[in-house]
């Protein structure tokens, strides 16, 4: 997921646009938390210290700062909150009526009734997260969620009992714990740990690709990096990632769970590796 | 956990996309990539440096590798380790094509000659050398026709010649791009250019996945844009397909066909097709899925995306089941306006507030050389709708480009 960032006439406003739909039509501005209630999104936006106004619009998320913040320190936690939100697909707003509740019931009671057993006797776990507009956002876990036609079967039967679900998503199971925006955190043993590797090891390697890895935030057994240079809008900065800096942060701090990249790839002038057509023969 | 070794390109734009499949899939991935990782000596066992060319080196390290980590599945991504899988898979008993099939597919004079002696339609066609004089290489091939290189991919280095003079520079224009070094590296495929008789009509892409040598289609692609020549640089793509049933009937069974003479039988499958008043005629199949980023336009069952299934696939999970979603999509590759310098791409936001519009990427970063088709190796970026109707997704598509100003100084 790339989400860029664009400038607006209040430079104490930045525009970010997660290249996915926000709300759709219309706009919605929350001036504080209490505001955001209905909003998910908003409300782990205002979590974030400093963010004073959220604006939701079709496409995009404007997030306004105080005046003593700056943005550099600011935009890597705005950037983790909203691809997080979106990754894990939380709903941007919740305000349906009651109708929809009575739908949500529908929905939760079918999974309880009748596909949790089953998903329970594949030694996996099942909940409903959220059903709006049409869609219902489940939790899934363990075997089942690795399993293409267990998927397609929940949804067939999620469709079949309640017409109204046009469509069904999975989502990985949430710990309570991420729902709280992420901190900074880099005063930690564990950030102070990973911030030696990056600095003794992984950096000195990327180099050689005019990289670097920055450390933005270490929240919740998660760590948030944002990859520069080369590695920005590298074709295999998901390699450089996964196979490469997340196994070795997890070896360094094992109690570390999972890295996040929350690089703005799409702004990346110089990759290293540039996507092309191929094609070339392997005979040679 | 099963354990999947990735088979991908430096340069492919669907690394990050079969990985977050992975991930979704909660399987051990280990990248063999043809450029050795920056970080390999921090996280031994993620990743093997592999050269895709060097196929019997290539099976050897992967199968020694599978000795002390055993794999469940090889899948390649694009088309450059396709060949290296399918012997890498036969070494370990994997699930794999025969090794000759896809070879075949790596090669359209091969693709060309199996259609033929399976008694499919074929155009005239004939393999000329690089060398030969360009006043004689269209032997009886006749006008229209087009030259291809044999091993490129993308429509790269493909050209309509209407006459022998057009003909002339089409066929040096080739030779031209297949001296390049980068190119000039797949030995005799280099030195070599199919000369075959244009097929006028429609045409359609089909996605599929192949189980047991059953053809699974996920989806058939119209593609609206005229593709007449001289250059064939593809930009649209809507599924479902607009054809009469008994016409998307027609060209399944060709494809199947097709496939059947070639000799593929598992794993996913692409195939161009063109469709005129004498039925539809196979252009080229690939034992790969779409390329570029078109896949992630396509969504299965509850959301699957095809990388999903291409995994699950791979480690034996059934596929019959999985249907496209009902919603009608499509994409668009840019289309490169012209040569020279990217300079800024605007109008991204109005883009994506076109009705229908669901993404707009851009990828080729700003700064950097455009060269259009038939020399050029790169897309521009791609627009993703999704809509009511597929009339709507493609009016949605055009409209979202209409509204992008590309900017390129010389």
């Known amino acids: ?284 | 956990m099963k354990r999947l070794l990735l088979l991908v390109p430096t340069t492919s734009y669907r690394t990050a996309d079969f990985l977050d499949a992975a991930r979704r899939l909660e399987l051990d991935v280990v990248v063999g990539s043809n450029r050795r990782s920056v970080l390999e000596r921090h996280a031994e066992g993620r990743t093997l440096t592999l050269n895709f060319r060097h196929l019997e080196r290539g099976r050897r390290q992967i199968v020694r590798y599978a000795r002390e980590r055993p794999l469940d599945a090889i899948v390649a991504v694009d088309d450059a380790p396709v060949m290296l899988a399918a012997v890498a898979s036969a070494a370990l008993g994997l699930p794999h094509d025969a090794i000759d099939a896809v070879a075949a597919t790596r090669d359209k004079h091969v693709f060309r000659t199996r259609l033929v002696d399976a008694g499919l339609p074929s155009p005239p066609f004939r393999l000329a050398a690089v060398d030969d004089d360009p006043a004689q290489a269209n032997g009886n091939v006749g006008y229209p026709c087009v030259v291809k290189p044999l091993g490129l991919s993308g429509s790269r280095g493909v050209i309509r010649a209407d006459d022998p003079a057009g003909f002339a520079a089409a066929f040096r224009r080739v030779g031209r791009l297949l001296a390049r070094p980068g190119i000039a590296r797949m030995g005799e495929n280099s030195r070599h250019i199919l000369v075959e008789g244009y097929i006028p009509g429609v045409e359609i892409a089909l996605e599929g996945l192949l189980a047991d040598g059953k053809l699974h289609v996920l989806a058939l692609f119209d593609k609206p844009d005229p593709l007449e020549g001289p250059f064939f640089e593809e930009t649209i793509y809507v599924t479902p397909s607009r054809l009469a049933p008994t016409a998307q009937a027609a060209v399944v069974a060709a494809a199947e066909r097709a496939l059947c003479a070639v000799g593929l039988r598992h794993g996913p499958v692409h195939a161009e097709l063109r469709l005129n008043e004498a039925g539809p005629w196979v252009i080229e199949v690939a034992a790969r899925s779409i390329g570029g980023l078109c896949s992630r336009v396509l969504r299965f069952g509850a959301g699957i995306r095809l990388e999903e299934l291409i995994l699950c696939h791979a480690l034996g999970e059934p596929i019959e089941a999985v249907e496209r979603e009902r919603r009608p999509a499509g994409v668009m590759m840019i289309p490169i306006p012209r040569a020279g310098t990217l300079r800024a791409v605007e109008g991204i936001d109005a883009a994506r507030a076109v009705p229908g519009i669901e993404d707009v990427v851009i990828t080729v970063p700003k700064g950097q050389k455009l060269v259009p088709l038939p020399e050029g190796d790169r897309y521009l970026g791609f627009l993703f709708a999704r809509h009511d109707s597929p009339a709507a997704v493609e009016a949605a598509l055009r409209a979202a480009h209409a509204r992008l100003d590309i900017q390129v100084s010389p």
């Open chain 1, 1 to 284: 997921m790339f989400i860029q960032t664009e400038s607006t006439a209040n430079p104490a406003a930045l525009k970010f646009i997660p290249g996915r739909v926000v709300l759709g039509e219309g706009s919605v501005e929350f001036r504080d938390a209490d505001e955001a209630g209905r909003s998910p999104l908003a409300q782990r936006l205002f979590a974030i210290p400093s963010v004073t106004r959220v604006a939701l619009g079709g496409d995009f998320i404007t997030v306004t700062k105080a005046e003593d913040t700056d943005w550099q320190v600011l935009k890597p936690a705005v950037l983790g909150v909203i691809m997080e939100h979106f990754v894990a697909g939380r709903p941007v707003v919740t305000d349906d009526a009651g109708g929809s509740d009575a739908l949500a019931a529908s929905v939760r009671d079918l999974i309880e009734t009748r596909i949790r057993p089953a998903v329970e006797g594949a030694r996996g776990q099942i909940a409903l997260r959220s059903f709006a507009g049409g869609i219902a956002t489940v939790e899934l876990t363990g075997q089942p969620a690795s399993n293409a036609t267990f998927r397609n079967g929940i949804e067939n039967m999620l469709r079949h009992y309640v017409p109204e679900v046009e469509e069904v998503r999975f989502v990985a199971k949430v710990r309570e714990a991420d729902e709280a925006a992420p901190e900074v955190g880099l005063d930690t043993d564990e950030a102070k740990a990973i911030q030696a590797l990056l600095d003794d090891e992984i950096n000195p390697s990327v180099a050689s690709h005019g990289g670097y890895v920055n450390l933005v935030a270490v929240k919740d057994k998660r760590v948030y990096l944002k990859l520069e240079g080369g590695c920005q809008g590298c074709g295999m900065a998901s390699v450089t990632l996964r196979q490469g800096i997340e196994v070795a942060i997890l070896e360094k701090v094992p109690s570390i769970e999972e890295v996040l990249d929350v690089t703005d790839h799409a702004g990346g002038n110089n990759p290293y590796y540039q996507a092309d057509k191929g094609g070339e023969s392997p005979w040679a």
